[in-house]
């Protein structure tokens, strides 16, 4: 018995010594296939109770807790869990917290008082999730540094050493030059990139060696150097890793010269493993960089998790590949249009120009500059920006007053600031604004004068004749100080925004003395696309010679011409027709706007009517008040008064328009005559306020009768839109030929029902209802001078033609046949 | 300094127990409980075992090897330590019963010894070593990577 008891406690001592070995290595039976959503805690597993302890110590206080269960059995608690990323806590599992008060009793880190705070069931399991970090440290990685002088900096890893847990990285150098010419007395040229030659003819130096890489660099003051970066070794732990997100110009200055960006595609693949993932769609035109098949264009089928499946462009190979994230970057052609839509330049939208490797050029929709950018930022998107216009009360294009003495057009507006083109003549002057350095917007209207004396105000064509925009045209969106801001669309630079001193431009269609080449022609189409006939009134304080220059312009809208008009109102005697004041006869002494103030004769005061409401005492009352009627004078005349100048000046004014002018010698003597008397008044009357006498502008000289400067093309111009039913159908030998293709407008106007003089001389035919045919009619006779457009339409010669001479019978010289014709 | 009198203390003990039992666990104790042997210094000479993930020192591996994987004969070559363990680790827990434990549960370390574990690697084992634990039979599970 005794011996089977030895027996049985022997097979009891070796079966225990055979086994208690593997009690603990695992054959499979590891929960491995279980879900962790089975493990999560429940009711029955012991708590976790987050305990308080000195900071900086976690570690060791987890430690020392082990080492206690080890020395004494009787400890309850389970585990203890010691954060990285948690300081000052850490995290006991026990059933009862009186357990862990016992654990804590008598520990240095654990403060007696100690707060214990049991964790939320459904926190527990958060409590053990740890953020695997990849810390994928291959060479070429774009890391950057913690500590040091090159904080911040990018660098690139050339060498990991991971027992040391060192690795080698690549900087720009920063060097202090004064403390290392003190320290070494060569004569070292160390600059911010410090480029000091590799050895070449002499023997390598051993010195020089790097004992680790055995590569050769250029020892300075115990730091390495090669092609100019600085090479350190530096530990993993002073680097950032992660989410590096290298900025452009960073890249560029480390490219070394002669490396194009697809040699760096190594580099740039690192740089789209820290990228975040997931930005492929389906559609996406991708190419690959990575692996065997580079450089093989694809589109996107499907995408998984990492994995990214694509129809590539070849038709031999299968139907669709599979690819991983990292070796696949999107694609663009040029011609696409994309949207950024990370980095620098988030949110701008564009047309892809160049593909350059990973880089695209784009050109920017807003702002029409080139932008280099990732293709990975970008995505394709029909989507156009506009950009912002305002920021608080300014918009784009507005005039600003900045501190003092500067002001300046606001050209472009950014996120936060404005960009202002100063108001400095000379040379173009943009400066960066915020906000708050805008002292106020100017709104005032200002006029200026050009070279020739005409009166500039905005929204009028004038030519730089002078300084460094010189040849360039445009409306004038600012006036201030005698400094004109001219919108040409042609110019690039500034959003088109041009700055030149009144006196360096001369007023398109302002009277130079017959200096106007081609402004007129030029100008209208602008013209006519600036100005609504109605706008005419806007100017109310206009004065004549501007009328008439605008209407040369074509079109102009008439705006303000109707001030002209007005202006030759003043002085004259006139009745009152309507109103309160019905009857009153009286002196015009202001003209503004509508509105007209008037002297009493009777009653000696000033009183304000409205213009409709006065009329001519000469004339009857009736054919000025014809809106149309002035209009219809005014085509003829003035091209860009006609149509909807409710103005009676208009009338009057064919007098002071320069085609007045022009053709006032022709028409004077022949159908103005009715009316000359009182033109001649006016003009007279008012000879500066035409000063100018655009009316020459158009190239007629004074001198010459008949000339029909332009009128004939004038006229084309002429809004005689107005009388849209007329012109270009109608037979009459003005041919639109505004430049804009408009119709003729004004003659025709005049000719037709619609005109009201039919003719320039319509102000002749005061007295005329304008609209009457009659005057058509008459106008028929009149309108041929010499210089007119025309089209003939006589037989076997139609087409358009050129008024030579009138002589009763009208010689035409065709501009198709270049012959003569006799028309009647 | 309490602390390290702690870990002198636990030194000598394990010594002592290793003499008496030749090693630092994987044998049962009387009256005690096995137990892996505990990191004696908190440096950077701490290394996590990839296998079972088993927090020690270098020098602690090397010279009584991972006592959850035997198999990888630590303590035989210096090679298998440098390669089968890393300085790459997150956030330690001392785990006490880890029968009982349920973040042991969830870590899935619960049927290790009772020792200080890391919640998580950053690298794998490399691959010979995952055959050698297929040969012996052993689990094993690569760090998740999101």
């Known amino acids: 018995m005794r011996d089977e008891e030895e027996d049985i ?126 810390v994928d440290l291959a060479r070429d990685t774009w890391v950057r540094m913690k500590l040091g002088v090159y904080k911040g900096d990018l660098a690139k890893v050339v060498d990991v050493d991971n027992v040391r847990q060192r690795v080698t990285v690549k900087l720009i150098p920063r060097i202090d030059l004064q403390v290392l010419a003190s320290k070494l007395e060569g004569r070292v040229v160390a600059k911010k990139k410090t480029f000091v030659p590799p050895p070449r003819f002499f023997n390598i130096d051993e010195r020089r060696r790097d004992k680790d890489s055995g590569e050769y660099f250029e020892m300075v003051d115990g730091l390495m150097f090669k092609d100019g970066f600085l090479y350190k070794p530096v530990s993993i732990k002073s680097i950032h890793t992660q989410g590096i997100q290298p900025s452009f110009d960073e890249l560029e200055k480390f490219k070394k010269p002669g490396d194009d960006m697809n040699g760096d595609m190594s580099s740039l693949n690192t740089l789209f493993s820290n990228r975040k993932k997931g930005h492929f769609m389906k559609g996406d035109a991708v190419i690959v960089v990575k692996g065997d098949l580079k450089n093989l264009e694809g589109w996107v089928e499907k995408v998984e998790d990492t994995t990214v499946h694509i129809r590539p462009k070849i038709s031999d190979l299968p139907k669709t590949l599979a690819f991983n994230e990292k070796e696949l970057c999107k694609y663009f052609k040029p011609g696409d249009h994309v949207k950024v839509v990370s980095g620098v330049q988030e949110g701008t939208t564009g047309m892809v120009v160049k593909v350059d490797g990973h880089v695209l050029i784009i050109l920017s929709d807003t702002t029409k500059e080139h932008i280099r950018v990732f293709a990975d930022h970008v995505v394709e998107s029909s989507e156009i920006t506009t950009g912002i216009t305002r920021i608080g009360d300014y918009e784009l294009h507005d005039l600003v007053l900045l501190d003092n003495l500067s002001f300046g057009v606001i050209i472009r507006v950014e996120t936060e600031a404005f960009q202002v083109l100063k108001g400095v003549p000379d040379r173009p002057e943009v400066v960066l604004v915020k906000l708050r350095e805008i002292k106020s917007k100017i709104d005032r209207r200002t006029s200026a004068k050009d070279k020739f ?277 109608a037979p009459s030998p003005y041919v639109p030929s505004t430049p804009v293709g408009q119709p003729m407008t004004p003659n025709s106007a005049a000719y037709l029902p619609g005109t009201p003089g039919g003719q320039p001389m319509t102000p002749g035919n005061a007295g005329m209802d304008i609209m009457s045919p009659v005057i058509g009619g008459e106008g028929e006779v009149n309108w041929a001078l010499p210089d007119v457009l025309v089209n003939v339409l006589a037989a076997g010669d139609e087409g358009p033609g050129v008024v030579r001479e009138v002589l009763g019978v009208c010689v035409v010289e065709s501009i198709v046949g270049f012959q003569d014709v006799h028309v009647n | 300094d309490s602390t390290e009198a702690n870990s002198r203390r636990g030194e000598e003990r394990r010594r002592g127990e290793a003499r008496m039992r030749g090693g630092g666990g994987g044998m049962m104790d009387d009256g005690g409980v096995e137990h892996a042997q505990i990191p004696n210094s908190f440096g950077h000479e701490l290394r996590a075992c990839l296998r079972c993930r088993l927090v020690k020192t270098y020098d602690q591996f090397r010279e009584n090897g991972c006592e959850n994987c035997p198999f990888l004969d630590m303590d035989k070559d210096r090679d298998n330590v440098v390669s089968c363990t890393t300085a790459n680790f997150t956030g330690i827990i001392s785990l006490m019963d880890p029968n009982r434990s349920w973040a042991a549960r969830w870590l899935r370390i619960g049927r290790f010894i009772p020792g200080c574990y890391t919640l998580a690697v950053s690298e794998e084992l490399p691959e010979e070593y995952q055959g050698m634990c297929q040969d012996n039979n052993v689990q094993y599970f690569p760090p998740k990577r999101p």
């Open chain 1, 9 to 134: 406690d022997e097979i009891e001592r070796q079966v225990r010594e055979r086994y208690a070995r593997s009690t603990h290595i695992e054959y499979g039976e590891e929960a491995a296939d279980v879900e962790q959503q089975a493990l999560l805690p429940s009711v029955k597993d012991p708590k976790l109770w987050m305990v308080k302890c000195a900071i900086g110590h976690e570690r060791e206080t987890a430690i020392c807790l082990m080492q206690k269960f080890i020395d004494r059995t009787d400890l309850q608690i389970k585990s203890v869990v010691a954060l990285d990323h948690l300081k000052n806590y850490i995290y006991v599992e026990a059933e009862k917290e009186a357990h862990v008060k016992e654990a804590c009793k008598g520990l240095r880190n654990i403060y007696a008082s100690a707060k214990i705070t049991l964790v939320p069931i459904k926190e527990m399991a958060d409590v053990l999730y740890v953020e695997s970090k990849n």
């Open chain 1, 453 to 729: 004396n005409n009166m500039v105000a905005t929204k009028d064509v004038v030519r730089v004749v002078e300084g460094a925009c010189k040849g360039t045209q445009g409306p004038v969106e600012h006036i201030h100080k005698g400094i004109l801001f001219i919108y040409d669309r042609h110019h690039l630079e500034h959003a088109g925004f041009i700055c030149a001193k009144a006196q360096s431009c001369i007023l398109v269609g302002g009277s130079t003395g017959g200096r106007r080449g081609n402004g007129m022609d030029a100008a209208d189409a602008r013209m006519g696309a600036l100005r609504s006939p109605a706008s005419i009134l806007q100017s109310p304080g206009r004065l004549p010679p501007r009328g008439p220059q605008m209407n040369y312009g074509g079109r102009f809208g008439g705006g303000g011409r109707g001030g002209r008009g007005h202006d030759a109102l003043v002085g004259k005697c006139i009745k009152i027709k309507s109103g309160p004041y019905k009857g009153y006869r009286g002196r015009v002494k202001e003209v503004t706007g509508v509105l007209v103030r008037v002297e009493l004769d009777s009653l000696m005061k000033i009183v304000t009517v409205k213009r409709d409401d006065i009329a001519d005492t000469p004339t009857v009352a009736t054919p000025f008040r014809e809106p149309r009627f002035s209009l219809g004078s005014e085509t003829p005349m003035h091209p860009s008064r006609t149509p909807l100048h409710p103005f009676q000046t208009p009338m009057r004014d064919p007098g002071a328009t320069p085609i007045h002018d022009g053709m006032r010698t022709p028409m004077r003597s022949r159908a103005w005559a009715p009316m000359s008397p009182p033109r001649d008044n006016w003009e007279d009357g008012n000879p500066d306020t035409w000063g100018s006498s655009p009316a020459y502008q158009p190239g007629t000289p004074p001198a010459r009768p008949y000339e029909a400067p332009t009128p004939g093309s004038g006229w084309a111009n002429t809004p005689g839109v107005s009388y849209n039913d007329v012109p270009t159908n």
